[in-house]
């Protein structure tokens, strides 16, 4: 206050809060509504009456008479609306939302295992798998189909089939190491069960077959001198290459990735084998070429690198270093 005793703006304000919270007039927030009419129902459903009322006497959700008037229960109304597909609120959020995180619909399961409807109602009835009937559809719940999904390996989801793919990319058969080293099958298995080499390898499972890692494999290759890759794997180009070092090279990169288009040819290097030979980094090589160094062509994505040019530039490069 001040010297005449009279409040000032702040201690007026104060006041007024102080009175507004201790006073038994004070209006009470509004309580959280239990209870909708049908024809509230109706209208968020888009449902006449006659509709509204069919679906009231099925009894999905809880309803009462109150004051002589039909009421629903609306967490009831609410229950029923996410564990239902037939029904849409006209606005509002989707339905079935609860039904979705436990179950599968038919077409679902058909998108995810890239098969027809069809091959998916054989699967469930040649299998046994459990279903639960919702608005006359089948579903499966979700923890049947796993069960089921764990217990077979022919059908994959895409996601697996795309995991698949890149182990599969990554790793090799018992008879792709036959092939690689020309040996036998009988060989192979005595290689990857002796205790003198087994410990290079790795091993994955790819519907339910063994596979090597193609990484192992070649540390195996590297770490012993035993077995070498069979020269019979040789393409006709890579068998008349005259660099051996470079040859050898090229087949360790054959054997990791599987695809002779990840070598250069007689003509053509890559950048991983232009950085081999000069010894330096991938980088180096797209910093020399960027400057003009040598010339290279453009495929599509891939840089390959004139091989005689390239050849004859380190060639004077080494000699002006005295290399």
Not at 1 to 24: F, H, Q, R
Not at 59 to 78: L, Q, Y
């Amino acid at each position: 206050m001040d010297e005449k005793g009279k409040m000032n703006t702040g201690e007026y304000e104060e006041l007024i809060k102080e009175v507004e919270a201790n006073s038994p007039y004070k209006r009470l927030s509004s309580a959280k509504k239990k209870w909708m009419s049908v024809s509230e129902m109706g209208e968020l459903l888009g449902l006449k009456k006659t509709d509204r009322y069919w679906l009231v006497h099925k009894n999905f959700f809880e309803t009462k008479e109150i004051a002589g008037k039909m009421r629903v229960n609306i967490e009831s109304f609410e229950k029923w609306y996410a564990n239902q597909i037939k029904y849409h609120k006209v606005n509002g959020e989707e339905p079935g939302k609860e039904l979705k995180e436990w179950s599968y619909s038919v077409p679902e399961l058909a998108e995810m295992l890239e098969v027809t409807d069809g091959v998916v109602y054989d699967l469930i009835k040649r299998n046994n798998i459990e279903v639960v009937i919702v608005d006359y559809w089948k579903r499966v719940p979700k923890a049947a189909f796993q069960k089921w999904y764990d217990g077979q390996s022919r059908y994959r989801t895409k996601d697996d089939k795309k995991r698949d793919a890149e182990m599969e990319a990554a790793t090799l058969t018992m008879p792709e190491m036959t092939r690689q080293l020309g040996i036998t099958r009988n060989q192979v298995y005595g290689i990857l069960n002796s205790q003198k080499y087994q410990h290079f390898f790795e091993f994955v499972t790819i519907a339910d077959r063994k596979r090597i890692t193609k990484e192992s494999f070649q540390k195996f290759l590297e770490g012993q001198d035993e077995y070498h890759l069979d020269p019979a794997n040789d393409y006709e180009e890579l068998a008349m290459e005259e660099n051996v070092a470079l040859a050898n090279y090229r087949r360790k990169k054959l054997a990791q990735t599987g695809e002779r288009g990840r070598n250069g040819n007689l003509q053509y290097l890559t950048i991983d084998e232009a950085a081999f030979m000069a010894k330096v980094s991938r980088s180096m090589i797209n910093v020399w070429y960027t400057k003009g160094s040598f010339p290279v062509v453009k495929i599509r994505n891939h840089v390959r690198i004139k091989r005689k040019e390239f050849e004859a530039w380190l060639e004077k490069r080494n000699t002006e270093r005295g290399c």
